[in-house]
């Protein structure tokens, strides 16, 4: 079984300040981990995910995040805030296995709310 | 052209009344999921589909039946609806489910209302 735990349902940023969302998992495979954006009144898009390989991720929109395994996180980050980085994030876990009954299962976080302040 | 399309967008509607969400997915897809998000933003997925065959199906009532006529479109009805349905609905796609680290493409979302 996989969970996602999403430290901080809401984060105020200043414009230009990091923005660094907490994502930690639970899983009894290796993991693949996705961070999801969803601005107001529209669908889920993808950040970035890890699958294998390079631990340090590069998405759109200038955002990265480190998938550290000793410490099961997934955290995200920017350097520099902008005010359309307020959104909804979601981080997400899939397992490595190829069951077919978890075939294209992603367990969600709770989501953290990034509001941005000039 | 957009990518992954909800129709309606909007729904309010009575409790014990019968509706459809239809979704639709021009990105030559196999697979095609529903989730609900409730009023606390928290996504659970309900069914997937690959290539027309059910795939996953959580614990969902009975009274929610997703349809999927070709690999294109998956539609979600729901039978007797009531008060705790109320929700947004998500549409989504990815090539395949086969792997697990595709990247799955969201809808604009149904925001369901029941009166």
């Known amino acids: 079984a996989q969970s996602v735990t999403q430290l901080g349902s809401h984060v105020s940023v200043s414009e230009g300040a990091l923005v660094l969302l907490r994502c930690n998992y639970s899983s009894s495979v290796p993991p693949y981990l996705f961070w999801y954006v969803q601005y107001p009144n529209q ?29 099961t996180s997934f955290h995200l980050t920017k350097p520099s805030a902008h005010m359309s980085d307020a959104a909804e994030y979601f981080c997400a876990v899939s397992d490595s296995k190829r069951a077919t009954d978890s075939w294209g299962k992603l367990q969600f976080g709770a989501g953290t709310q990034v509001v941005v302040t000039p | 052209d957009t990518a992954v399309s909800q129709t309606p967008k909007y729904l309010v509607t009575q409790m014990g009344n019968d509706k459809s969400i239809k979704c639709e997915q021009n990105l030559g897809h196999d697979t095609m999921y529903w989730y609900k998000q409730d009023s606390k933003k928290f996504l659970k997925i309900m069914f997937s589909y690959n290539n027309k065959e059910l795939i ?21 009805h729901i039978n007797s609806l009531e008060l705790g349905d109320s929700a947004v609905y998500f549409c989504a796609s990815s090539q395949t489910a086969r792997a697990n680290q595709e990247t799955q493409y969201f809808g604009p979302g149904t925001r369901l209302l029941v009166l």
Do not use: W
């Open chain 2, 56 to 76: 996953i199906n959580e614990t969902v009532p009975n009274r929610f039946s997703p349809k999927s006529p070709d690999k294109a479109h998956l539609n979600l």
């Open chain 1, 43 to 71: 669908g889920l898009q993808l950040l970035l995910k890890y699958t294998t390989g390079a631990t340090l991720v590069k998405g759109i929109n200038g955002f990265e995040a480190e998938f550290k395994k000793s410490e």
